[in-house]
């Protein structure tokens, strides 16, 4: 049996890129472990992954066998009616191929094709050492990590993504003699910069993870992350509170820190009277602090900051962490009371001069089509409309304030706590904040009725005045986001059960789109006045239509997330229902009719019933004359048909589609019964015409909840 051996390389550099860091470590231990299997090197990887720290990746792999397993060869020589002459001796072609083999040609073997019997040559060789491939490994695993922009040091040909200053190769006990980007390989690693600035001694590759730790570099990320999250939790506790743990932030200070330490930090109270989301943006964006809340989740006046290192003086480190956030606290209340005095509704008043989009007009105009859009979508939904307009009519105010020039990020929120401040209703000035929702993906929609017909809204005009003005998006440029727009008002709608006609509140948001935008849709030369308005007419709704499209495009995908399969989409998309809380509802419907066993078979008879009646020639009656049928399983079709509409009526006219499809899937057995004994395609006109017409009642109600032809196979 081979033997294998652990595996250690180590890559020991400057600082790397933060938030590259994970994606090179993962690519170089990817990269190593399919190197090694491309050359039938065996792994045993038990629970082995990427390991990394701000100066170093590494891979550790548990078992790797010491060489490869024999390596069999086979070449495929002439045929023997051209190896071989009349006498059977060999031909120049044959001579040629033992040569270049390296064999007499009667030491070749034979086997047989399509063709005939031909020549071959097999071989068998061991297999190489493992520590002759490792260079070969070590250069492809470093060729193939993502680095775009590579750092080049001193006069060397060669990059990185930051300069390579040591490098650890261990196989078994044995160093392994490798060289990468300059640097031969030994055993020695490097402690913590400050802690431990000295070589590590590195006997065999199980002792690496030790020798790292008791040199104060804790390599793997997993117990790294861990001593943070508990670091981080015990200061906040004993400072009265419970930590804000973003998954983004954490993964950031991960990258950051070897030895990581908490230290407890506070601000002054004054601070909390701004927004906390700007506070909390700037502990954790700019600053990589972790926020304290209290049981209410509102923000103390306390954070801790991560140092790598343990101080002696840990209050320098304190001193140091909150003097560089007070700053920052400072512009931050500033801007709030400034925008405060000036009020939120005044700020409007400069939208007016804020270009939107040069064929779309200004903010302003943009705020007052949203406006118009929300008072009419929100009593269809049963929300108060002059809420909704009132909200929309202030949603961009908070674009020319003080608080979202410095952080952009916050427009909507701050707009809330100015509305708040203004005494708005409550539900006008959540609905600012929640128009924005959902903000990126897996983020959930807005939560209020004012705040769900607002984003509505918002979206519907975002979409019409993209494809009005030309910007739609083509590959990965979206310039207004119009993709994240898209599924944004489809789930809205979706999630919050809303039955609207999407096409009307499509056609609607175009209407109200700028003439400057719908010119260029219908202005193909000089125009009549007779000519404007039918061709304004077609453009607007060729702009809809695709809005429209767009939108399905964007469903699409957020079905197939949801594990709905592509047949199922079809077979409702063809329908194009107007309501997209509709659409979702046929979408479950067709998913409990797939599951029935007579849904296969009435799938295809429907895509057969189909293909019939494209063929058919003249026009069809829209009903069967039960004096023309006479076949009795036509006869039964008839009256199970004519049964299914009764049952079927309340189910549909209601909305509830698996009820429908159920009574539908009981007419497999009349339905198979017809096709195996009645011809349709009769020379009889009449008789033919009346059973085209019998199937096109029976396909007309098949099809009443999606085209069920797409599930067939």
């Given at each position: ?119 071959v040559h097999r071989a068998v060789k061991p297999g190489a050492q493992t520590g002759e491939l490792l260079q070969a490994v070590l250069d492809e695993a470093l060729a193939g990590m993502p680095i775009p922009k590579p750092m080049r040091w001193g006069d060397h040909p060669y990059g990185f993504a930051r300069p390579l200053h040591w490098l650890v190769a261990l196989f078994g006990d044995d160093v392994v003699g490798l060289e ?163 009020g939120l509704e005044a700020m409007g008043a400069g939208l007016a001069t804020v270009t939107y989009q040069a064929k779309l007009g200004s903010v302003a105009d943009k705020a007052q089509r949203v406006a118009a859009l929300a008072e009419a979508i929100a009593p269809q ?333």
């Amino acid at each position: 049996m081979n033997k294998m051996n652990p595996l250690l390389i180590e890559l020991g550099t400057e600082e790397l890129p933060v938030k590259a860091l994970p994606g090179l470590a993962q690519a170089f231990f990817d990269g190593v472990v399919a190197a090694l299997d491309k050359r039938g090197v065996a792994i045993e990887p038990g629970d082995a992954k990427p390991l990394y720290s701000p100066r170093r990746i590494a891979v550790l792999l548990p078992g790797v066998a010491t060489e490869q397993p024999e390596q069999k060869s086979e070449v495929l020589g002439p045929y023997l009616n051209i190896a071989l002459d009349a006498e059977g001796k060999p031909t120049k072609a044959l001579e040629g191929f033992a040569a270049k083999a390296g064999v007499d040609w009667t030491q070749l073997e034979k086997t047989s094709d399509a063709k005939g019997e031909r020549f071959v040559h097999r071989a068998v060789k061991p297999g190489a050492q493992t520590g002759e491939l490792l260079q070969a490994v070590l250069d492809e695993a470093l060729a193939g990590m993502p680095i775009p922009k590579p750092m080049r040091w001193g006069d060397h040909p060669y990059g990185f993504a930051r300069p390579l200053h040591w490098l650890v190769a261990l196989f078994g006990d044995d160093v392994v003699g490798l060289e990468a980007l300059g640097i031969r390989a030994g055993r020695n690693s490097r402690g913590h910069r400050f802690m431990h600035d000295k070589p590590v001694w590195v006997q065999r590759p199980g002792d690496y993870l030790d020798a790292l730790r008791a040199a104060h570099v804790l390599v793997d990320p997993d117990a790294r992350r861990a001593r943070i999250v508990a670091e981080v939790e015990g200061a906040a506790k004993a400072a009265g509170g419970s930590a804000r743990i973003d998954e983004d932030n954490l993964q950031q200070v991960n990258c950051l820190n070897e030895w990581p330490v908490a230290v407890a930090c506070s601000f002054e109270r004054e601070f909390l009277g701004v927004p906390q989301e700007a506070l909390v943006t700037t502990m954790e964006t700019n600053q990589k602090f972790f926020p304290v809340l209290d049981d209410g989740g509102r923000l103390t006046e306390h954070f801790i900051g991560i140092a790598n290192i343990e101080s002696k003086d840990e209050s320098e480190i304190r001193k140091g962490y909150e003097r560089v956030i007070r700053p920052r606290f400072a512009d931050a209340k500033f801007f709030f009371d400034e925008d405060l005095k000036q009020g939120l509704e005044a700020m409007g008043a400069g939208l007016a001069t804020v270009t939107y989009q040069a064929k779309l007009g200004s903010v302003a105009d943009k705020a007052q089509r949203v406006a118009a859009l929300a008072e009419a979508i929100a009593p269809q939904v049963g929300v108060d409309a002059a809420l909704a307009k009132r909200a929309a009519l202030l949603a961009k105010n908070d674009l020319q304030s003080r608080m979202v020039n410095e952080f952009p990020e916050l427009q909507g929120i701050a707009g809330r706590y100015y509305a708040q401040r203004a005494n708005e209703p409550a539900e006008v000035a959540l609905a600012i904040d929640e128009a924005y929702q959902p903000r990126f993906a897996g983020d959930d929609i807005a939560l209020s009725g004012v705040g769900k017909v607002l984003a509505i809204a918002e979206r519907l005009d975002t979409l019409a005045g993209g494809f009005a003005a030309g910007l739609k998006p083509t590959g990965n440029k979206d310039p207004f986001a119009l993709r994240r727009n898209a599924l944004g008002l489809a789930r809205t709608i979706i999630e919050s059960g809303y039955d609207l006609d999407l096409t009307i509140s499509i056609s609607e948001a175009v209407s109200a789109q700028s003439e400057n935008a719908l010119r260029d849709h219908y202005e193909t030369g000089p125009l009549t006045i007779d000519q404007v308005e039918p061709r304004k007419a077609r453009a607007r709704a060729k702009i809809a239509d695709d809005i429209r499209d767009f939108i399905l495009d964007r469903l699409r995908g957020y079905y197939a997330d949801k594990g709905v399969p592509g047949s199922h989409f079809n077979a409702v998309a063809e329908l194009k229902p107007k309501s997209l809380y509709d659409f979702d509802r046929r979408i479950d419907a067709i998913g409990t009719f797939a599951q029935l066993p007579e849904a296969a078979a009435l799938a295809a008879a429907n895509k057969r019933i189909g293909n019939i009646l494209k063929k058919a020639e003249g026009e069809i009656p829209n009903i069967e004359d039960h004096a023309l049928l006479s076949e009795p399983a036509e006869l039964a079709l008839a009256e199970a048909v004519e049964a299914v509409y009764g049952e079927t009526g309340h189910a549909l006219a209601h909305g509830d589609y698996v009820d429908a499809l159920a009574h539908l899937a009981r007419l497999r057995p009349q339905v198979d019964a017809f096709f195996d004994n009645v011809m349709v395609n009769v020379d009889d006109a009449a008789i033919r015409n009346n059973r085209l017409a019998l199937l096109k009642r029976l396909a007309e109600r098949l099809g009443s909840v999606a085209a069920i032809e797409h599930l067939s196979a």
